[in-house]
Nanobody, 121 residues
Framework: QVQLVESGGGLVQPGGSLRLSCAAS????????MDWYRQAPGKQRELVAA???????NYADSVKGRFAISRDNAKNTVYLQMNSLKPEDTAVYYC???????????????WGQGTQVTVSS
């Protein structure tokens, strides 16, 4: 059973920083990509940042220059360093991983439970 567990969310003032972590566990054979999405109240879920084998890193225009995604392959963990946070960054942040588990013969997407990030003074 593959699980993704996020941590690091919380309340921060505008201009502050947070670091999110997402650890994938279970019988994982390979991870193709790990991404961060977010969903604000009343809005659709959107891609924030992605890190893949083929492309490297990719960011939404709204977070370029402020957020940085990184990955520790040995720990099957992805991080999202968020700097210069703005109130509009407030959302539930979800981790997604496209990976190959021992239980299945194809790559599949898995989601974490989400972590709340609130930017407010």
């Amino acid at each position: 059973q593959v699980q993704l567990v996020e941590s690091g969310g919380g309340l921060v003032q505008p201009g502050g920083s947070l670091r999110l972590s997402c650890a994938a566990s279970g019988r994982i054979l390979d991870i193709n990509a790990m991404d961060w999405y977010r969903q604000a109240p009343g809005k659709q879920r959107e891609l924030v940042a992605a890190i893949t084998k083929a492309v490297g890193t990719n960011y939404a225009d709204s977070v370029k220059g402020r957020f940085a995604i990184s990955r520790d392959n040995a720990k099957n963990t992805v991080y999202l360093q968020m700097n210069s946070l703005k109130p509009e960054d407030t959302a539930v942040y979800y981790c997604n991983a496209n990976l190959l588990s021992a239980a299945w013969g194809t790559y599949q997407d898995y989601w974490g439970q989400g972590t709340q990030v609130t930017v407010s003074s």
